[in-house]
């Protein structure tokens, strides 16, 4: 009973602050802060688990439901442990990057957006180089407050240098006016 009653409030608090959310969502500059998930996928996946991490997003309206985003962060992917014949077991160890992408949003409604964005993640580790980074992807963001929102967004992303390294990566986020 206590987990319908929390949901029911959240839901209310949603469609109640959602009068306001072309306005809170879509006008003026704003900075985010969230926190980042990766899940690789494809060959990425046979060595990789899963990666955490954060960054900033900025976003600037250029157009009617149309914004430029700037993003960087970092993310830390955990490796598989590998099972080698007649050696063992080798750990997998962590490897970071930073990727730094630049893009467009664009509001389909007052706070679901569709977006993509270009740049080029940098490993940290000796000899890992730069790699062109592309993401499309998908979000909501939900009005909190004025001139703020909780942002939930997913996305595909791939890193490509002699390969692709790919994930789906979620982030969440808060959002704030500038």
Request: glycine share 18%; hydrophobic share 45%.
């Given at each position: 009973?206590?987990?319908?009653?929390?949901?029911t409030?959240?839901?209310?608090l949603?469609a109640?602050t959602?009068?306001n959310?072309?306005?809170a969502?879509?006008?003026g500059?704003?900075l985010?802060?969230?926190?980042e998930?990766?899940?690789?996928i494809?060959?990425?996946?046979?060595?990789s688990?899963?990666?955490?991490?954060g960054?900033?997003?900025?976003?600037?309206?250029?157009?009617n439901?149309l914004?430029?985003t700037?993003?960087?962060?970092?993310?830390?992917?955990?490796?598989?442990?590998?099972d080698?014949?007649g050696i063992?077991?080798?750990?997998g160890g962590n490897?970071g990057y930073?990727?730094v992408?630049?893009?467009l949003?664009?509001?389909?409604?007052?706070n679901?957006?569709?977006?993509?964005?270009?740049?080029a993640?940098f490993?940290?580790k000796d000899g890992?180089?730069?790699?062109?980074a592309?993401?499309?992807?998908?979000g909501?963001?939900?009005?909190?407050?004025?001139?703020?929102?909780?942002e939930?967004g997913?996305r595909?992303?791939?890193w490509?240098k002699d390969g692709?390294?790919s994930?789906?990566?979620?982030?969440?986020?808060w959002n704030?006016?500038?």
């Open positions: 009973m206590k987990k319908l009653f929390l949901l409030a959240i839901a209310g949603f109640f959602s009068a959310a072309q306005d969502a879509m006008s500059p704003k985010g802060i969230g926190a998930f990766g899940f690789p494809g060959d990425f996946g046979d060595v688990k899963f990666g955490v991490g960054s900033l997003l900025y976003q600037h309206p250029i157009a439901k914004n430029l700037g993003s960087a962060g970092y993310l830390n992917f955990q490796g598989k442990d590998l080698i014949p063992g077991t080798v750990d490897a930073i990727p992408k630049a893009g949003r664009y509001f389909l409604a007052e679901i957006y569709v977006g993509g964005e270009l740049g993640v490993g940290t890992t180089g730069t790699a062109f592309y993401a499309p992807g998908v909501v963001e939900f009005p909190v407050a004025d001139k703020s929102t909780i939930l997913g595909y992303e791939g490509s692709t390294l994930f789906i990566g979620l982030r969440l986020a704030f006016g500038l």
